[in-house]
């Protein structure tokens, strides 16, 4: 039996409208909602959120103000690098104990930062709200705006407790708010308006940041920090001296973007560095912005020079990879629409996709460059995709840390697009890995000796 998403009713009901398959459903995809409770969907909470896009900010403290557990996430949950400062790899955490929820965790809190300033003198502290927080009802815009009178450095909050919302897309803007907090300039600060640019929703991946860095340098343009990979305190106060905004990972920034538009004046474009075409175009977007002639010479005879390295790498494995099948889930629908051209370009036929926080728009532009009877889902879990890795039968997915598992115990190759990788998949360099990750795993032979699906054999 299908139910209007012709998805067979083994999936819970209130997830029909979240699963769509392509050329057959006439009603949109249901997205950017909260998760249904009791779905245990795949993606983190709101605190996760933010803790993502600030953690890559490297000279910062970033204290969890709530119970231990919270501070689980924080250690290494990206595989951002740093060309300086490590303090963003130690975890602080308030550990806040039930005495604490009986009696409010406030003195703890500024307790913890007078600490961490005698300690190691970090130049901002971001003070992350944690689920209790916000049920006992700490002031932490408070205790941090009296800290930071008081230490004479940044001390900001960051409202990210994690039941505000079921979607941790919350958790971007709460990360987006304390950044704009960060570099918006004090009374009587000034900051220059530059040629340079700044590079929005980049996290250095495994030196991802660096690569394109590398790109642009040898265009003629320079990147004034990315937001905020390899970034520090004092490069994004310096922010709003951009002349230029590029953004990258459009579900974090985007809207941090529009703030930076609004209140500096800089203007912003979309750019994509995964995939080699999505990179040329994103050059070639970046060279037409400055309109500057020997600009766009250097970047013609960058990207030539180094597609020239990326096309038989593809040819090469597309011969060994064309018409296998593909499923992909990751976080964001940047990310997503990028793979699902690569992908193609190695001749293998995208069968099942779908995104953590992908917004109406997203849904849309990856049904425009699908095949019909792809199946679409939103805000999956575990069993929808274990359901349609079988129903599809998936050859490779690529996904993040939570689905790699689902993939193989499946029998099904998987390359790690994940935010801890500690290797790049950026640039051209990211390309012709990519395709050397999807040949290695699509074709081992280690598959043929796993079955595809334990559970029918043993129910024999
Ligand atoms: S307790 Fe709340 S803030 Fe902490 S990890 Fe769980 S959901 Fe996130």
Redesign the pocket.
Known sequence: MENECSVPTACIDERQFSIVTTGKNKSRIHCADDSLAGAVSQR?????GARVVLNPVTDAVHLVH??I??A??TWDIRGSLSSGPEMFRQSFSTDLKERDVVFGGEKKLVACIDEVVGKYHPPAIFVYA???VGLIGDDIVAVCKEASGRHGIDVIPVE????LSGNKIVGYRAAGEALLKLIRPKDGETVEKTRKLNFLGEYNLGGEKWLVERYLREMGIEINVAFTGDSTVAALKRAPGACLNLVQCSGSMHWVAMNLEKEYGTPYIDVNFFGAANTAESLRRIARFYGDEEIVRRTEALIEREMERVRPVVEKYRARLAGKRAAIYVGGAFKALAIIRQLQELGMEVVFTGTQTGKQEDYEQIGAIVSEGTVVIDDANPAEIEKFLLEKDVDMMAGGVKERFLAHKLGIGFVDHNHDRKDGLAGFDGAIRFAREVYATTCSPVWERVKKNPFEEAEG
């Not at 990210?160 to 039941?163: E, K």
């Open positions: 983190a909470c709101v605190y996760s709530g119970p557990g919270c689980a996430y944690t689920c209790v990210s407790s994690g039941f």
